[in-house]
């Protein structure tokens, strides 16, 4: 690039004289200080690391970041719809207009298809800060629909208040605040007296300092009963483990109300233990809301989550003998249940586990006795959705959708019809609804309601189903582009599926891959897939900077159940790696070239900013630029902050030696290299964090900077590159959920000016495509 031979002038980062001792094995941490995001030194440093990066990225020649922005704006002003739901008699629906910073939650007070005029404002963060950092988390009915308990989160952090709104007046309960719920569920009691929550004890903060900047490790959460129209300080604790601190629960109330099911869990592994309440039996004497548990599975050896019951016979989805998971019933009433491991219930199966599919989602529609349910499963990383019989399993018919992207369903078992909402990486959203008698052929179509289809000019129509809403983004042309899904050969012959995004030869014809730009984007970890989603940050990607976005999805996540989740984690965590070097070889090496490695970046956020840091430490030649957002960095110490103790479950226990052993090889912190040494200069490199991230605290990425430029950035091979290492930290900002969308535009903004100024991609003006 035209930066060769330029000094970067890194703030200065002084060198602690900390050392830790694992294994026997002395390990230096020179920038522990950094980790004091209240200290005078680290704010002076975070402030000296801004200016530089935004001196690089102001200087950037061809206005790219305003004209960047502009377009952001442009292809963002368009109406968001969420997936309608119904509560009590009134449907809801989330909806983003424009430019606004947060979506906005409607009660559609003349029925699913009212007109906008009957649309009432129920929540409205926008309304709470100035910034529009304040978002919307978890949220709940009361039975009735009369009233919904909901949980807001400041400036991007995951603490939360939960606040208490009257559906009918719109006003919020003065005396129904509840405060330092994280990591919570909400679940109402049927008769509208209260609901149950999860919260832990308030943090200590230091003078000045705000919620969710402070880094001290998250221990003893409480499930709690909150009796509606009380204080919080009233609420009865409904079951706490003092004895198992990291331990978190989870809630549900069946569809009857009669059933109280708790989840209870040590950390981010796909187990978990189960205990319910019958609510029809007397309650136990003390506060309102204390209930009597009943184990089940008392053991972390399989996943189950509550689907439905009729009566004592309880639907659930487990993974046990399952790793694609299946549906089983499972009878409350039989003698002599009394908890035990996973494998001694007494089980039956409903839908057993595909051959190949994995079932990431089940949901019961149509009656309260029988009815459907409405299943989601993932083939080759796209969702395919499909109705069963809830009585039998058998599945009744598959519903298609518009191309190979991701489907999320809104269904309530009282309910006949439900709705979903299709997403790609070239398609906005369409949401449905599908009527579910009518789809069975068990009634005839409604009067006035066409059959519609789900592709490209009314194909595949099937009786029952509609659109109810599609979106469009001004400005963009889905025929202009293609998106084409290659499995390629990793380090040790394992395939790995990964999308390629790119706009249709015709269109501009096509350009070599020496003058493609080209961003290869990864995960890999937490049983997370990444699915065909659709963004506008990525379709200015394609259309303004004729760039190539590559997904890969490497082991580690969920694609293809269990199995592909634990070859990705603990001792083979390095697999993770390997698949995305294996990508990045694949993009740049002919016959399948489409860039070369100095026109490719890579990106991952949180667990895919782990995978940037090791990828650029271990292969820095594959890569022209990387960006690493909010990243796990520093592997010797992810459990000593907030809640990254839960993490052990992907990443190991440092004190195990064995887990020690793999930890130390690939943590970014404690393996930057010296290019003079290895001969490859690092990529362009930009870490993004923010001050309010109590997920993975911005220390990782503070540190990893230090080092970067410390270690690598003044090095003679670094400096002859041109190459910087940069890092960007926001402010009012977390780990990324509830952003604000001028935040997130800003910060993609200088992403792309960064990507832009790093690999020799100029800006283009879009063209109608």
């Known amino acids: 690039m035209g930066d060769a031979g330029r000094r970067f002038e890194y703030p200065p980062a002084i060198k602690g004289d900390v050392v830790d001792v694992h294994h026997g094995e002395k390990v230096a941490d020179p920038y522990r200080w950094l980790e004091d995001p209240d200290a005078t030194e680290t704010k002076a440093w ?56 947060q979506y906005i939650l409607y009660q559609l007070r003349g029925g699913l298809d009212a007109d906008e005029a009957d649309m009432r404002v129920l929540i409205d963060p926008n309304r709470l800060a100035e910034d529009g950092t304040s978002s919307v988390g978890q949220m709940a009915f009361s039975q009735d629909g009369r009233f919904v308990a909901y949980g807001i989160n400041e400036a991007g952090s995951d603490w939360a208040t939960i606040y208490v709104t009257d559906t009918e007046t719109g006003e919020r309960l003065e005396q129904d605040v509840l405060k330092w719920a994280k990591f919570y569920s909400l679940a109402w009691r049927h008769d509208g007296s209260g609901f149950y929550y999860c919260r832990f004890d308030a943090p200590v903060l230091a003078e000045g300092a705000t919620a969710g900047t402070e880094t001290s490790v998250v221990r003893g959460q409480r499930l709690m009963f909150h009796a509606l129209r009380t204080p919080q300080g009233e609420d009865c604790v409904v079951h706490a483990e003092p004895d198992h601190p990291k331990r978190l629960f989870g809630v549900v109330i069946s569809d009857d109300g009669r059933y109280l099911f708790r989840s209870t869990a040590e950390d981010c592994a796909p187990v978990n233990m189960v205990h319910y309440a ?21 053991t972390l ?25 299946r549906v089983v019933s499972l009878d409350l009433s039989t003698p002599g249940l009394t908890g035990g491991p996973a494998a001694s219930l007494p089980l039956k199966e409903l839908i057993p586990q595909h ?29 395919v959705l499909s109705v069963h019989s809830m009585a039998s399993g058998e599945r009744l018919v598959e519903i298609p959708t518009p191309a190979a992207g991701c489907v999320s369903v809104s269904a309530r078992r009282r309910d006949d019809f439900f709705l979903f909402k299709f997403v790609s990486f070239l398609y906005p959203g369409s949401i449905f609804h599908v009527d579910v008698p009518f789809l069975l052929g068990d009634k005839a179509p409604p009067s006035g309601v066409p059959t519609s289809g789900v592709g490209a000019g009314g194909a595949n129509a099937l009786p029952g189903l509609r659109l109810w809403r599609e979106m469009t983004v001004p400005g963009f042309d889905a025929a202009a582009y293609q998106t084409e899904q ?16 790119r706009r249709r030869p015709g269109v501009d014809g096509v350009s070599p891959p020496e003058e493609t730009p ?53 001792t083979r965590k390095q697999n993770v790696f390997d698949d995305f070097a294996a990508a990045a070889e694949y993009l740049t090496s002919p016959p399948t070239a489409i860039t070369v490695p100095s026109k490719l970046a890579i990106m991952g956020g949180s667990n895919g900013g ?76 930009l870490l993004t964090t923010g001050d309010h991230d109590d997920r993975v605290c911005p220390a990782h990425s503070l540190k990893f900077a230090a080092a970067l430029q410390a270690q690598a950035g003044a090095s003679d091979a670094q400096l002859a590159s041109g190459r910087p290492l940069l890092i960007r930290i926001d402010t009012n900002a977390g780990h990324g959920a509830g952003k604000s969308t001028e935040k997130a535009l800003e910060e993609t903004a200088d992403t792309y000016t960064f990507l832009s100024r790093s690999l020799g991609a100029p800006f283009h003006a879009p063209s109608s495509a």
């Open 355 to 383: 051959p190949v599919d994995v079932l990431s989602s089940v949901d019961a529609v149509n009656g309260v006795e029988g009815g459907q349910l409405v299943l989601v499963y993932r083939r080759d990383v796209h969702d």
């Open 46 to 101: 975070v402030t000296a690391q801004n200016k530089v990066t935004r001196r690089y990225l102001d200087e950037a020649v061809g206005d790219v970041r305003s004209r960047a922005l502009d377009r952001l704006k442009e292809t963002f002003t368009y109406d968001k719809w969420g997936t309608p739901f119904r509560r009590g008699e009134h449907f809801y629906v989330w909806m983003q207009r424009g430019l606004q910073n």
């Open 518 to 570: 080209c961003v290869l984007y990864g995960y890999g970890g937490f049983m997370i897939s990444i699915m065909p989603y659709f963004s506008t940050s990525w379709l200015m990607w394609l259309q303004c900077f004729r760039g190539v976005l590559v997904i890969a999805n490497i082991r580690g996540g969920s694609e293809y159940g269990t199995e592909w989740h634990e070859a990705g984690i603990l």
């Open 610 to 685: 782990l995978l940037v840091g090791a990828s650029i430490n271990q292969r820095p030649g594959l890569f022209g630029a990387a960006v690493a957002q909010v990243g796990v960095h520093d592997m010797l110490r992810f459990a000593s902050f907030t809640i990254g103790s839960a993490w052990a479950s992907d990443y190991g226990d440092v004190t195990v030696a064995e887990h020690y052993a793999a930890l130390r090889a690939y943590s970014p912190v404690h393996n930057v290299r010296d290019p003079d040494v290895t001969g490859v200069p690092y990529p362009a490199t």
């Open 301 to 325: 050896d399989a996943s189950f989550s509550y689907i439905a019951n009729n009566g004592p016979r309880v639907l659930l989805e487990t993974n046990l003998d399952a790793p694609r998971c």
């Open 278 to 298: 019958d609510l029809a039996l007397p309650p136990p004497e003390g506060a309102l809301g204390a209930v009597t548990w009943i184990p089940l599975v008392t």
């Open 486 to 501: 290659v499995f390629y050969p990793s380090k040790d012959g394992a395939k790995i599926p990964a999308f390629i995004v």
